[in-house]
Nanobody, 124 residues
């Protein structure tokens, strides 16, 4: 079973930056694609970003493209989400996720392992 632990959430002003971290462990984890999702109050879960095992392929939702950057350090089993130019509408609980294998980073249904979530709040 894969375990994921997020950190780095907090309260920031609009226009500010924040970096989220996610560390993965478990015998079922072997360079799985990783991603970030978010869920704001009253909204559906949104697929924010994904990354393959080499970091050579990435995906970004249109809502965050150009502002967020996903990366990973495989030797540390850690993924990151650098969030710049934050907006109030970015306020949400952010969840780290991973697929069960393969190299498909684009299909939300393939992300089956989840962290506990970390709150990001952006004030006006």
């Amino acid at each position: 079973q894969v375990q994921l632990v997020e950190s780095g959430g907090g309260l920031v002003q609009a226009g500010g930056s924040l970096r989220l971290s996610c560390t993965a462990s478990g015998r079922a984890f072997n360079n799985n694609p990783m991603g970030w999702f978010r869920q704001a109050p009253g909204k559906e879960r949104e697929f924010v970003a994904g990354i393959n095992w080499t970091g050579g392929s990435t995906y970004y939702a249109d809502s965050v493209k150009g502002r967020f950057t996903i990366s990973r350090h495989n030797a540390k089993n850690t993924a990151y989400l650098q969030m710049n130019s934050l907006k109030p509408e970015d306020t949400a609980v952010y969840y780290c996720s991973a697929t069960n294998g393969g190299n498909n980073i684009y299909t939300p249904a393939l992300y089956v392992y989840w962290g506990q979530g970390t709150q990001v709040t952006v004030s006006s």
